[in-house]
């Protein structure tokens, strides 16, 4: 039985995120999505508030499971029982910065990273994106899963 593990900020979590683990669950038993509580990088969304959006975005999938960590990310994923990483490479930027740690996770854990490209409607999108574009007012159809869409808006409205 594999269960893989796609970890990320996801502040705010978006249609790409939401692509994304929808087709990572088809090729593994079990996802968990994971929300890293980055104390170097704190998020402007709270951890609750966070994977309280992923818990909407993925409630009809039995299969995908939504938690938060901290520390060291094959920790994590040993301790869950992850038998790959997955993670986005939307272009070479991403993979010059993900191949090393796939290769340490590798050589020092033996935790497998299993890399996937965004869908074409998806390759540019990123969370830094959706949150200028909500802080400027902006209807966010089409970038943030419409579950979520009005209540990420409201939160940019107030300013937070």
Same mark, same amino acid.
């Given at each position: 039985?594999?269960? =893989?593990?796609?970890?990320? !900020? ?7 995120? #939401? ?11 079990? %996802? ?16 609750? %508030?966070?994977?309280? =959006? ?11 499971? /939504? #938690? ?8 994590y994923a040993k301790k869950i029982g992850a038998d790959a990483l997955v ?13 090393? =740690? ?6 020092? #854990?033996?935790?497998?990273? /299993?890399?996937?490209?965004? #869908?074409?409607?998806?390759?540019? %999108?990123?969370? !830094?994106? /959706?949150?200028? =574009?909500?802080?400027l007012g902006k209807d966010l159809s089409g970038l943030v899963p419409e ?14």
């Amino acid at each position: 039985m594999s269960h =893989w593990l796609f970890p990320g !900020s996801f502040d705010p979590v978006t249609c790409a995120h #939401e692509a994304l683990a929808l087709r990572a669950s088809r090729l593994c038993d079990t %996802l968990t999505v994971a929300v890293l509580q980055n104390r170097d990088k704190p998020a402007d969304r709270s951890l609750e %508030l966070r994977m309280e =959006w992923l818990r909407r975005v993925f409630a009809s999938c039995p299969d995908i499971r /939504v #938690e938060c960590f901290e520390g060291a990310l094959a920790d994590y994923a040993k301790k869950i029982g992850a038998d790959a990483l997955v993670r986005a490479i939307r272009d070479t930027s991403d993979l010059e910065y993900e191949y090393p =740690w796939a290769r340490l996770h590798l050589a020092r #854990e033996g935790v497998e990273t /299993v890399f996937l490209a965004p #869908e074409a409607r998806f390759a540019d %999108l990123s969370s !830094s994106q /959706v949150r200028q =574009w909500a802080g400027l007012g902006k209807d966010l159809s089409g970038l943030v899963p419409e579950c979520i869409r009005e209540d990420v808006e409201s939160l940019f409205r107030q300013g937070r």
